[in-house]
């Protein structure tokens, strides 16, 4: 529960910022939704020296470095202490306009805390992530006590109210005690859809965010969310997740040629990825392509892309997912045996219970699951 609390509330907002600042930043926030760290982190360096007075500048490098960091799977010491650095940086930079500008202070006080919460629950440091969460919350409603038109402000309390009401019965009062705010569904999506069909920068992490909504069961609205992850996927052709999510999207809609469609593995679309996230990429899209013509019965086209996965690391959750898949396969050509052998070294949970059923019920009869949305990354 603490991990799913800490992110509640804190999404990229956009820039409390003069117009032509805004402008420049929607560029730079474009580069880093499509992986092009290098440009962005230049383009907000840029800024900084135009706008040495401003926060904006060092938050939004600092924001790109952190991009970055996810993008490796988190797991550069260096690039997490330059996002740390840049991170503490922007908080100072924003405190400093307390007296003079104090709407747009409080918004990036609350931006840098709430940056700072998200990689703090990345890392498992809840203890740390908590009180900064809490904090960021506290922070953007004032920003929006002293200026309601900062619209965007209200990408992270709708994410919070919309997240919390999903949250058990029994820890929605913690999170209204800690956030000082109530969990309710219907207004946070309201403030969500608000943001995303406004012009500010935060219009295209709002429609992500709400590409995550819909495309989770809690909502399941599969049309809705493909909608989106098309017009993600076209803006932001290097980053690949949208991709690959629109084709799991696609699966739980059972339109698998579709989802193979998107998946593309033998496509060239791979080569202009980011290095760090090409090779897991490629994976999770073999990954799909056999996963749906798996649970089209299609037995030789998953053996193929089956086969294809052993050349390529496996990325972080698809193991145990293969090995169900395998033992599936088996299972379709009457390899009992051999179907049972690959069950049974399935252990990460949902694979796992998916396996125990299947020995109970030989497939391809019984549920026909797709495996959860993953980067790997």
Do not use: C
Request: no cysteine; proline share 6%.
């Amino acid at each position: 529960m603490l991990p799913r609390l800490i992110l509640l509330a804190l999404a990229l907002p956009a820039a409390a910022a003069p117009p032509e600042v805004e402008r420049e930043l929607a560029g730079v926030v474009d580069l880093f939704y499509d992986m092009q760290f290098d440009r962005a982190r230049a383009g907000a360096e840029a800024l900084m020296k135009r706008r040495p007075d401003h926060p904006s500048g060092i938050f939004y490098r600092s924001v790109s470095t952190y991009q970055r960091w996810i993008a490796e799977g988190m797991r550069s010491t260096g690039t997490y202490r330059m996002f740390e650095s840049d991170n503490a940086a922007a908080e100072e930079s924003a405190r400093a306009l307390l007296a003079s500008r104090p709407a747009e202070a409080h918004y990036y006080i609350g931006a840098a805390l709430g940056f700072r919460a998200r990689a703090n629950a990345a890392r498992r440091k809840f203890i740390r992530a908590l009180p900064a969460g809490a904090a960021a919350i506290k922070h953007l409603k004032k920003a929006l006590a002293l200026d309601p038109t900062l619209s965007d402000a209200r990408l992270g309390m709708g994410m919070y109210h919309y997240f919390a009401a999903r949250m058990p019965a029994g820890a929605r009062p913690f999170a209204h005690l800690l956030m000082g705010e109530s969990p309710d569904r219907e207004l946070g999506l309201a403030e969500l859809w608000s943001v995303a069909e406004s012009t500010g920068i935060a219009r295209m992490e709002a429609r992500s965010v709400l590409a995550v909504i819909l495309s989770k069961d809690d909502e399941a609205d599969w049309a809705g969310a493909d909608k989106l992850l098309a017009e993600l996927a076209a803006r932001y052709p290097r980053n690949p997740i949208y991709r690959l999510r629109r084709a799991y999207v696609a699966e739980r809609r059972g339109d698998f040629d579709a989802a193979v469609a998107f998946a593309d593995p033998t496509g060239r679309w791979f080569e202009s990825l980011h290095p760090t996230v090409r090779a897991p990429a490629r994976a999770w899209a073999l990954y799909r392509a056999a996963e749906s013509r798996l649970l089209q019965g299609r037995a030789a086209e998953t053996a193929g892309w089956l086969s294809a996965l052993e050349s390529l690391p496996h990325p972080r959750g698809m193991k145990d997912w293969i090995l169900l898949r395998r033992a599936n396969l088996l299972d379709f050509q009457g390899k009992v045996r051999e179907a049972d052998a690959l069950y049974l070294r399935v252990k990460d949970k949902a694979p796992a219970a998916l396996a125990a059923g299947f020995r109970k019920e030989r497939y391809p009869a019984g549920p026909k699951t797709s495996a959860p949305f993953f980067t790997g990354y």
